[in-house]
């Protein structure tokens, strides 16, 4: 997979669907609030084993909230998160307490979320980053963390970058080493923040090309992203939201092509008139 | 650079630029230097003048009085550690979200930078003891100086902890890291790195404030100064050693911490 996709050729697995399993990933009922501001109104979204989930929408639309809802870096107002058979439900009055500061690590331990800008660790090497979590929080030994490490390293095209610090990286090396950081937790469901959108347009692809791979392998994901073409390639399923609502959903054919919502047309049509301008 | 220079032409003109400006950073350090020079001289020759300054004196005296310096650098650098040690609890205290915790840090740090650093060495030294509690000067002087300057650095480092960005703390919690290897593994240490220009300032500024600590009878610079300028009537003399001291040790620990900056951020940062 890596030559293929580290070459810059297009992957094509047109038949996606056949291959999901049993869901993995509950989200039921998110609402969440800040203050009196109404941000997400009752989000459920089940994600099935092997499947690519992509959220779509404008800016303010809760899309990224609702990821971070996901893994509790926000607790949600109401609802309840299940990944991998271990179900939270959110309580934001106890939010600070450990009995419910550990059940979402546990959530966080199972999920692994790729961000915006990156987020590597800039006074540890690239090795260090990847085989912190794992031998610190897991208990991997360490041997079998940095052997990990390198076999990630290489599906991210950057096994000779191990003993670089992030600072000589480019982005699109940054964000492709943050990726390898997620899978050497071997989550269950990757979180991707709009993981392109920090990004130079020249180092746009090697990063979408990484994530398509990873689509294509069977990776379960949920991505937030402004790249409609990538959605094209890469969903088994595209999700449209506005004003903290699931508006429609289906596969991507069909969403991008063929949208019933006025709503999601709205998007289309003023998206692929000008991109940025449906971020405003 | 060799595309710069493509034409012989503009090769000439650059390397004649490169001269100029090497030339100018040279005449520059030269008048720099010599200004130096010319104010400390004038200023000595002036003391001179006054047909008062006894270099016997100085010759005699001079080794001793520079014998507390070493005291004074001892002072400093075990009172820094103290006192960084006791602003990374603090800082961690000033920003927890336990009311006890943080009331207690809070209460240090507004006690401690309320009072005179002189009155905090006198409490130690002469006040407790009607408690019970007598301490030896130098350790006296030692948990005086580290209080007062934990206190000051407790700061530094609260907000150094607050200037790590919060995608950090993030990347760090989505990885399920417990909040203390959060905070050891990944804030912290990038904290450290941010505030470690600071910490060397202080520690100058230090060196200049264990002065205080003479006034319990610690033998150090400005005490035996003291000592050997008022038994020989030859204050101005010692004064002058003790103060010419006191500013080559800053002189020298700030071109330390100016190397070690440059270090930093040459690094990966």
């Not at chain 1, 939201?241 to 709205?266: A, F, H, V």
């Not at chain 2, 480092?157 to 995608?167: H, K, L, N, S, T």
């Given at each position: 997979?890596?030559?293929?996709?580290?070459?810059?050729?297009?992957?094509?697995?047109?038949?996606?669907?056949?291959?999901?399993?049993?869901?993995?990933?509950?989200?039921?009922?998110?609402?969440?609030?800040?203050?009196?501001?109404?941000?997400?109104?009752?989000?459920?979204?089940?994600?099935?084993?092997?499947?690519?989930?992509?959220?779509?929408?404008?800016?303010?639309?809760?899309?990224?909230?609702?990821?971070?809802?996901?893994?509790?870096?926000?607790?949600?107002?109401?609802?309840?998160?299940?990944?991998?058979?271990?179900?939270?439900?959110?309580?934001?009055?106890?939010?600070?307490?450990?009995?419910?500061?550990?059940?979402?690590?546990?959530?966080?331990?199972?999920?692994?979320?790729?961000?915006?800008?990156?987020?590597?660790?800039?006074?540890?090497?690239?090795?260090?980053?990847?085989?912190?979590?794992?031998?610190?929080?897991?208990?991997?030994?360490?041997?079998?963390?940095?052997?990990?490490?390198?076999?990630?390293?290489?599906?991210?095209?950057?096994?000779?970058?191990?003993?670089?610090?992030?600072?000589?990286?480019?982005?699109?090396?940054?964000?492709?080493?943050?990726?390898?950081?997620?899978?050497?937790?071997?989550?269950?469901?990757?979180?991707?923040?709009?993981?392109?959108?920090?990004?130079?347009?020249?180092?746009?692809?090697?990063?979408?090309?990484?994530?398509?791979?990873?689509?294509?392998?069977?990776?379960?994901?949920?991505?937030?992203?402004?790249?409609?073409?990538?959605?094209?390639?890469?969903?088994?399923?595209?999700?449209?939201?506005?004003?903290?609502?699931?508006?429609?959903?289906?596969?991507?054919?069909?969403?991008?092509?063929?949208?019933?919502?006025?709503?999601?047309?709205?998007?289309?049509?003023?998206?692929?008139?000008?991109?940025?301008?449906?971020?405003? | 650079?060799?595309?710069?220079?493509?034409?012989?032409?503009?090769?000439?003109?650059?390397?004649?630029?490169?001269?100029?400006?090497?030339?100018?950073?040279?005449?520059?350090?030269?008048?720099?230097?010599?200004?130096?020079?010319?104010?400390?001289?004038?200023?000595?020759?002036?003391?001179?003048?006054?047909?008062?300054?006894?270099?016997?004196?100085?010759?005699?005296?001079?080794?001793?009085?520079?014998?507390?310096?070493?005291?004074?650098?001892?002072?400093?650098?075990?009172?820094?550690?103290?006192?960084?040690?006791?602003?990374?609890?603090?800082?961690?205290?000033?920003?927890?979200?336990?009311?006890?915790?943080?009331?207690?840090?809070?209460?240090?740090?507004?006690?401690?930078?309320?009072?005179?650093?002189?009155?905090?060495?006198?409490?130690?030294?002469?006040?407790?003891?009607?408690?019970?509690?007598?301490?030896?000067?130098?350790?006296?002087?030692?948990?005086?100086?580290?209080?007062?300057?934990?206190?000051?650095?407790?700061?530094?480092?609260?907000?150094?902890?607050?200037?790590?960005?919060?995608?950090?703390?993030?990347?760090?919690?989505?990885?399920?890291?417990?909040?203390?290897?959060?905070?050891?593994?990944?804030?912290?240490?990038?904290?450290?790195?941010?505030?470690?220009p600071a910490i060397g300032n202080d520690f100058v500024a230090m060196i200049k404030d264990s002065a205080l600590v003479s006034t319990i009878a610690v033998q150090?610079?400005?005490?035996?100064?003291?000592?050997?300028?008022?038994?020989?009537?030859?204050?101005?003399?010692?004064?002058?050693?003790?103060?010419?001291?006191?500013?080559?040790?800053?002189?020298?620990?700030?071109?330390?911490?100016?190397?070690?900056?440059?270090?930093?951020?040459?690094?990966?940062?």
């Amino acid at each position: 997979m890596t030559g293929a996709t580290m070459s810059g050729e297009p992957l094509r697995h047109p038949v996606k669907a056949p291959h999901l399993g049993e869901p993995v990933l509950r989200a039921l009922g998110i609402e969440k609030y800040y203050r009196r501001n109404h941000v997400l109104r009752g989000m459920d979204v089940e994600v099935r084993r092997g499947e690519a989930v992509m959220l779509i929408g404008r800016s303010g639309s809760g899309k990224t909230t609702f990821l971070r809802c996901v893994n509790f870096l926000e607790e949600p107002t109401m609802g309840s998160i299940e990944i991998d058979g271990v179900r939270v439900e959110a309580d934001p009055l106890h939010a600070r307490s450990r009995a419910h500061q550990e059940q979402i690590r546990q959530i966080r331990i199972r999920s692994g979320m790729v961000f915006q800008e990156f987020n590597l660790f800039p006074h540890m090497s690239v090795l260090a980053n990847l085989i912190e979590a794992p031998t610190r929080v897991l208990g991997v030994s360490h041997a079998e963390a940095v052997e990990r490490a390198e076999g990630y390293l290489g599906k991210v095209g950057l096994a000779e970058k191990r003993d670089e610090y992030p600072a000589r990286l480019s982005g699109g090396q940054k964000q492709r080493v943050a990726i390898a950081r997620a899978l050497c937790m071997e989550p269950k469901v990757l979180l991707f923040d709009e993981p392109t959108s920090a990004l130079d347009p020249e180092l746009i692809g090697e990063v979408l090309n990484v994530m398509e791979g990873l689509a294509h392998e069977g990776s379960t994901m949920i991505v937030v992203t402004h790249e409609l073409h990538f959605a094209r390639e890469a969903a088994d399923r595209v999700v449209f939201l506005e004003e903290g609502r699931i508006i429609e959903e289906g596969p991507p054919e069909k969403m991008l092509d063929s949208p019933e919502d006025d709503r999601t047309k709205q998007f289309l049509r003023r998206f692929l008139a000008s991109p940025r301008a449906s971020e405003t | 650079m060799t595309a710069a220079a493509g034409t012989p032409e503009a090769g000439s003109i650059l390397a004649q630029l490169e001269a100029y400006q090497e030339r100018s950073r040279t005449v520059f350090r030269l008048k720099f230097i010599a200004v130096w020079v010319v104010l400390i001289g004038a200023l000595l020759g002036a003391l001179w003048a006054t047909g008062n300054i006894d270099l016997a004196f100085i010759a005699e005296w001079g080794p001793f009085i520079l014998g507390g310096a070493s005291l004074t650098i001892l002072l400093s650098v075990v009172s820094i550690i103290f006192a960084t040690l006791l602003a990374i609890v603090g800082a961690i205290g000033r920003l927890s979200r336990n009311a006890y915790i943080n009331g207690v840090a809070s209460l240090y740090v507004s006690l401690v930078r309320g009072t005179p650093l002189i009155v905090q060495i006198f409490f130690i030294y002469f006040g407790l003891p009607q408690l019970g509690i007598v301490l030896p000067s130098i350790p006296a002087g030692i948990i005086a100086l580290s209080f007062n300057y934990g206190a000051y650095m407790t700061e530094i480092f609260r907000a150094g902890i607050q200037a790590v960005p919060p995608g950090q703390r993030e990347a760090a919690q989505s990885l399920g890291m417990p909040e203390r290897q959060v905070m050891g593994r990944i804030v912290l240490p990038q904290a450290f790195r941010i505030v470690i220009p600071a910490i060397g300032n202080d520690f100058v500024a230090m060196i200049k404030d264990s002065a205080l600590v003479s006034t319990i009878a610690v033998q150090e610079l400005l005490w035996r100064a003291g000592q050997v300028g008022t038994q020989n009537f030859r204050s101005l003399e010692a004064l002058l050693i003790a103060a010419a001291v006191y500013w080559i040790l800053t002189i020298v620990f700030s071109a330390f911490q100016e190397r070690l900056e440059k270090r930093m951020a040459r690094g990966d940062r």
